[in-house]
Antibody
Framework: QLQLQESGPGLVKPSETLSLTCTVS??????????WGWIRQPPGKGLEWIGS???????YYNPSLKSRVTISVDTSKKQFSLKLSSVTAADTGVFYC??????????????WGQGTLVTVSS | ETVMTQSPATLSVSAGERATLSCRAS??????LAWYQQRPGQAPRLLIY???TRATGIPARFSGSGSGTEFTLTISSLQSEDFAVYYC????????FGQGTKVEIK
């Protein structure tokens, strides 16, 4: 059974860079059939796609966050990572990693990590 | 950006009754539409993709329909575990989610 697990600091100071890692187990991160994505959810609010990466390193970012986001992949460790720079309190929320189907374009998100809460505060 | 609008914001339904949730896209997304269920404190769970295909392990009481800009998620007979928040998501133009519909016990 595929499992994804987010890890990283739960508290980040304003203006600093948020860094999270997602570790994939029970399956291959190098499958040609999937992307790997990051999604966030502010407290009590809805879901926002941050970006996705293919095992080859090709990336796709939400245009509204693109200037602050970097997603990378390490296939040898079965991990992919998120960096979000210049954070503010508005970036506080639960961050999820997920597997994403690959068709002609980005697809649905069929396996999700449990999520990790990141608070931006001094 | 393709804006997804869900209605109603809250749906009050009794167990055993039928629930119908709507999702509208600001431009055509074809059948590139998914539905997710999120219970409190849990990650979202994929229910439907391709507008009408149930994901693995999803009960038959969940069904999706629609194409283009108008979509519907129907839960034929609500069970206690179905009271949750439901999100639609398009993947025709990047990815965007609706704001969610909360299905609560009447």
């Amino acid at each position: 059974q595929l499992q994804l697990q987010e890890s990283g600091p739960g508290l980040v100071k304003p203006s600093e860079t948020l860094s999270l890692t997602c570790t994939v187990s029970g399956g291959s991160i190098s499958s040609s059939s999937y992307y790997w994505g990051w999604i966030r959810q502010p407290p009590g609010k809805g879901l926002e796609w941050i970006g996705s990466i293919y095992y080859s390193g090709s990336t796709y970012y939400n245009p509204s966050l693109k200037s602050r986001v970097t997603i990378s992949v390490d296939t040898s460790k079965k991990q992919f990572s998120l960096k979000l720079s210049s954070v503010t309190a508005a970036d506080t929320g639960v961050f999820y990693c997920a597997r994403q189907s690959k068709g002609l374009r980005l697809g649905e998100l069929d396996y999700w990590g449990q999520g990790t809460l990141v608070t931006v505060s001094s | 950006e393709t804006v997804m609008t869900q209605s109603p914001a809250t749906l009050s339904v009794s167990a055993g009754e039928r629930a119908t949730l709507s999702c509208r896209a600001s431009q055509s997304v074809g059948d590139n539409l998914a539905w997710y269920q999120q219970r409190p404190g849990q990650a979202p769970r994929l229910l439907i993709y391709g507008a009408s295909t149930r994901a693995t392990g999803i009960p038959a009481r969940f069904s999706g329909s629609g194409s283009g800009t108008e979509f519907t998620l129907t839960i034929s007979s609500l069970q206690s575990e179905d009271f949750a928040v439901y999100y639609c998501q398009q993947y025709r133009n990047w990815l965007t989610f609706g704001q969610g519909t909360k299905v609560e016990i009447k």
